[in-house]
């Protein structure tokens, strides 16, 4: 069978399952799946793809595209594999990180600034005359919109 014909097909088992669930209404039906069985496995419809077809060599006809499709499934895997062993490296160093003594570590000087994904001149303007400004620092003039925050 090829490819866009095992499409149609899926696509109304998918139909015929969805009327099948009305029909019966039943508990049971809610927290069922549809897979796809060739014989020597099954893949579970939600995770179906060519990616996935690819992992399942016995699914395929060992024909050139068949075979590049492996291919190109496998050497997914192999770099699936490398992405899950960084985060492992990832996540160790976030723990350390995490653990780092803070005592003795100093920063250079800097500010608290208001971004706005708005802008509105009028608004702006109010909050540089407010409390929470830093007037020595901000920019009173129209044409700044930069407000810095006391500290």
Same mark, same amino acid.
């Given at each position: 069978?090829?490819?866009?014909? @095992?499409?149609? %097909?899926? !696509? /109304? ?12 209404? *039943?508990?049971?039906?809610?927290? @069922? ?5 060739? /014989?020597?496995?099954?893949? =579970?419809? #939600? !995770? ?7 992992? *399942?060599?016995?699914?395929?006809? !060992? ?18 594999? %490398?992405? %899950?062993?960084?985060? +492992?490296?990832?996540? /160790? ?5 995490? !653990? ?8 250079? =000087?800097?500010? &608290? ?11 702006? %303007?109010? &909050? +540089? ?5 830093? @007037? ?7 044409? #700044? ?5 006391? #500290?």
């Amino acid at each position: 069978m090829d490819y866009q014909e @095992s499409e149609l %097909q899926i !696509k /109304g088992a998918v139909k015929d399952f969805m009327k099948l669930r009305e029909s019966f209404n *039943h508990e049971v039906l809610e927290d @069922s799946y549809l897979v796809l069985d060739y /014989g020597k496995g099954q893949i =579970p419809l #939600s !995770k179906l793809g060519l990616a996935e077809m690819g992992f *399942h060599e016995a699914l395929l006809v !060992k024909n050139e595209r068949g075979k590049y499709l492996i291919n190109l499934a496998q050497k997914r895997g192999v770099v699936e594999y %490398q992405i %899950q062993e960084l985060k +492992k490296i990832l996540d /160790g160093i976030d723990r350390r990180i995490s !653990k780092v003594n803070v005592i003795g570590l100093e920063l250079n =000087p800097f500010t &608290i600034e208001v971004r706005f994904r708005t802008l509105n001149s009028e608004l702006i %303007q109010k &909050i +540089k005359q407010s409390e929470f400004c830093d @007037s020595e620092k901000t920019d009173m003039s129209l044409a #700044s919109i930069r407000i810095i925050l006391r #500290s």
